[in-house]
Nanobody
Framework: QVQLVESGGGLVQAGGSLRLSCAAS????????MYWYRQAPGKQRELVAS???????NYADSVKGRFTISRDNAKNTVYLQMNSLKPEDTAVYYC?????????????WGQGTQVYASS
């Protein structure tokens, strides 16, 4: 059973930093693209950053220059380094990945980790 488990969320003052991790486990053969999404209260879930299996990255305009997505393929883990956090970055952050396991390729979501940046 494939699982994505996020960690690293928390409370930080505006201008501070946090590093999120998302570890995939459970009969994994390969992981294609990996993503970080976020959802603030009363808003739709939005894409924050993505990274391909080869390491190519893309970012939402709102986080460019402040957030960095990376991955460790040996550990089946994706990271999101968040610097210069702003109150508007407050949200639940979700990991999302395209994974081939003992099952055909499927999309998986983590349970989410709360990030709160206080003003």
């Amino acid at each position: 059973q494939v699982q994505l488990v996020e960690s690293g969320g928390g409370l930080v003052q505006a201008g501070g930093s946090l590093r999120l991790s998302c570890a995939a486990s459970g009969g994994i053969f390969s992981i294609n693209d990996m993503y970080w999404y976020r959802q603030a209260p009363g808003k739709q879930r939005e894409l924050v950053a993505s990274i391909t299996s080869g390491g190519s990255t893309n970012y939402a305009d709102s986080v460019k220059g402040r957030f960095t997505i990376s991955r460790d393929n040996a550990k089946n883990t994706v990271y999101l380094q968040m610097n210069s956090l702003k109150p508007e970055d407050t949200a639940v952050y979700y990991c999302h990945a395209v994974i081939r396991s003992t099952l055909p390729v499927q999309y998986y979501w983590g349970q989410g980790t709360q990030v709160y940046a206080s003003s």
